[in-house]
């Protein structure tokens, strides 16, 4: 195993809940690996009071901004930087909610107001935390900036609902600001497309762990796990991977490329 790949390195993470939140497993390694951080998350979920547990181990202060609100990223990006004492190396974006999907709504019968405030939170937001970010010219060069994906944005499946064009737009935005980002900063933007992992966002899809079990069995190395889509990120972050830019990556263990598997026709024979 390789250490301190993120020595010196600073940035924000968006998105800690709890233990099984992939940003929280990605603070972890961040920390392990050196790097050093700011957590934020929305006010509503800072009441939960979890996310200063992982604050204390990581050396980590916590600042609350709804991503949706481009003074609340201000607010942030201006206190972060006094904290870490300079301009931030990468930035994660690991938020995500529709009402809708939380709501139970149909496909057919979707509540408009909400389908708006999924996109504004699921996509719309990573535009924001970069556009506040280029205004603020916050950004080191040869930083790197994520935001987290699934495969519904490609493919169709049915309980994801509003979720699905969320993540299309997401990708989109990660492509269209990526070019920005690079030819006035070089700073790259991805996306990485995670299986399914068992998280609160994620388990609030009806039928999630048929939806998981599938998944896993499609995938010639079975599902990516939080902590691995962790390690992912870390790579990302790191000095190793520099070129990579205007990307949707897929993180899967193989499903995006798989018709069939063994596993799964033995399971329907
Ligand atoms: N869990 C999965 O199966 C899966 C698969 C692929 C991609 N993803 C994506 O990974 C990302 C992280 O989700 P997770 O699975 O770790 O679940 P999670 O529920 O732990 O994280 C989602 C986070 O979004 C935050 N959030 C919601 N509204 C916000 C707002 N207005 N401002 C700031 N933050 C807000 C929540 O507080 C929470 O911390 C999401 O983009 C999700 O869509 C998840």
């Known amino acids: 195993m390789v250490n301190n790949l993120l020595e010196g390195k600073k940035g924000i993470i968006f998105g800690a809940l709890d233990g099984k939140s992939i940003a929280w497993k990605t603070a972890e390694k961040v920390y392990e690996q050196g790097g050093r951080f700011v957590l934020t998350n929305a006010p509503v979920a800072l009441r939960m009071g979890k996310i200063q547990e992982l604050a204390e181990k990581c050396e980590a202060e916590v600042i609350g901004a709804d991503a949706t609100s481009?003074?609340?990223?201000?607010?942030?990006?201006?206190?972060?930087?006094?904290?870490?004492?300079?301009?931030?190396?990468f930035i994660l974006h690991s938020i995500g909610m529709s009402p809708n999907v939380r709501k139970g709504r149909d496909y057919g019968d979707l509540n408009y107001d909400w389908f708006l405030k999924t996109l504004d939170i699921s996509a719309l937001s990573f535009h924001k935390v970069m556009q506040v970010a280029e205004k603020m010219d916050i950004m080191n060069e040869w930083g790197s900036i994520l935001a987290l994906s699934y495969i519904a944005a490609q493919r169709t499946f049915p309980d994801y609902s509003d979720m699905a064009q969320a993540k299309a737009l997401l990708e989109s935005i990660g492509r269209s600001y990526g070019y920005r980002m690079a030819v006035n900063k070089k700073v790259r933007v991805n996306?990485?497309?995670?299986?399914?992992?068992?998280?609160?966002?994620?388990?609030?899809?009806?039928?999630?762990?048929?939806?998981?079990?599938?998944?896993?069995?499609?995938?010639?190395?079975?599902?990516?796990?939080?902590?691995?889509?962790?390690?992912?990120?870390?790579?990302?972050?790191?000095?190793?991977?520099?070129?990579?830019?205007?990307?949707?990556?897929?993180?899967?263990?193989?499903?995006?490329?798989?018709?069939?598997?063994?596993?799964?026709?033995?399971?329907?024979?």
Do not use: W
């Open 70 to 89: 481009v003074e609340d990223i201000e607010n942030l990006y201006t206190k972060s930087k006094e904290i870490l004492g300079g301009n931030f190396d």
């Open 191 to 269: 996306t990485i497309s995670q299986s399914p992992t068992v998280t609160t966002a994620g388990s609030g899809v009806t039928g999630f762990d048929v939806f998981f079990d599938y998944a896993d069995k499609m995938s010639p190395l079975g599902n990516a796990s939080a902590e691995d889509c962790a390690n992912y990120i870390v790579a990302m972050f790191s000095d190793f991977t520099r070129m990579v830019t205007m990307q949707n990556l897929m993180h899967d263990g193989g499903f995006s490329s798989s018709g069939i598997t063994n596993e799964l026709i033995e399971k329907l024979k």
